[in-house]
């Protein structure tokens, strides 16, 4: 079955910096990957998401890259703010089914 | 997005009661549902796959008869924790499936006392 791995498990940034988190998938019929934020306490979001069609998406201020070759994809986070601080999840699913989450990536913006 | 509705956000009951979580897709049609079990600061654990008319799929080691499934409608899906005991406490989190993506709720914290 599907396995998902995410580094790093705790990150902390400066305001302003850029995060970065990558995780990686072994099974190649995966074609959809989305990252989730979660924050105490309550369910996670859907934040953005890739298909195995596209190499790349963008949405303000997150991206996420997707390296069908090497099964990894990376969520980008630009100009982070202390309201990003949270546990973001990524995951990955062959067409909607079998979702597999990432443990994990808690991230600290520190002001 | 999509929203889906998870209620309720909190209950404390007695250990032997039994307590019913339910999960509603307000804007769209789900035939599946999904519910999760989360431990501190852990990942999501699968607990079992809610199909709308049939029975539920359930993961291994999760206890059918403990943990009881019901999707009754195409937006409304249940998970009954059944005579619940104290290691039962935990986060619970629903999701619907609409296309390829899943949407969450915002999870029932049980604590059985």
């Known amino acids: 079955g599907e396995n998902v791995e995410q580094h790093p498990s705790t990150l902390s940034v400066q305001e302003g910096d850029s995060a970065v988190i990558k995780c990686t998938y072994s099974?190649?019929?995966?074609?959809?990957f989305p990252w989730y934020k979660q924050e105490l306490g309550k369910g996670p979001q859907l934040i953005i998401d890739?298909?195995?069609?596209?190499g790349e998406k963008k949405d303000q201020r997150i991206a996420v890259t997707l390296n069908k070759t090497a099964k990894h994809f990376s969520l980008h986070i630009t100009e982070t703010q202390p309201e990003d601080s949270a546990v973001y999840f990524c995951?990955?699913?062959?067409?909607?089914?079998?979702?597999?989450f990432g443990p994990g990536t808690r991230l600290s913006v520190l002001p | 997005g999509a929203v889906v509705s998870q209620h309720p956000s909190w209950v404390i009951c007695k250990s032997g009661t039994s307590v019913k979580i339910e999960c509603r897709s307000l804007?769209?049609?789900?035939?599946?549902m999904f519910w999760y079990r989360q431990f501190p600061k852990q990942s999501l654990m699968l607990m079992a796959t809610?199909?709308?008319?049939?029975?539920?799929?359930?993961e291994q080691g999760v206890e059918k008869d403990k943990f009881l499934i019901n999707h009754a409608s195409l937006t409304l899906s249940t998970l009954t924790v059944t005579s619940a005991h104290p290691e039962d406490s935990s986060f619970y989190i629903c999701?619907?499936?609409?296309?390829?993506?899943?949407?969450f709720g915002a999870g029932t914290r049980l604590s059985v006392l």
């Open positions: 809610s199909n709308e008319g049939s029975k539920a799929t359930y």
């Open positions: 995951a990955a699913s062959n067409y909607g089914q079998n979702f597999v």
């Open positions: 890739i298909r195995s069609n596209v």
């Open positions: 099974d190649s019929a995966s074609n959809y």
């Open positions: 804007d769209f049609q789900a035939t599946t």
């Open positions: 999701s619907a499936g609409t296309g390829n993506i899943q949407y």
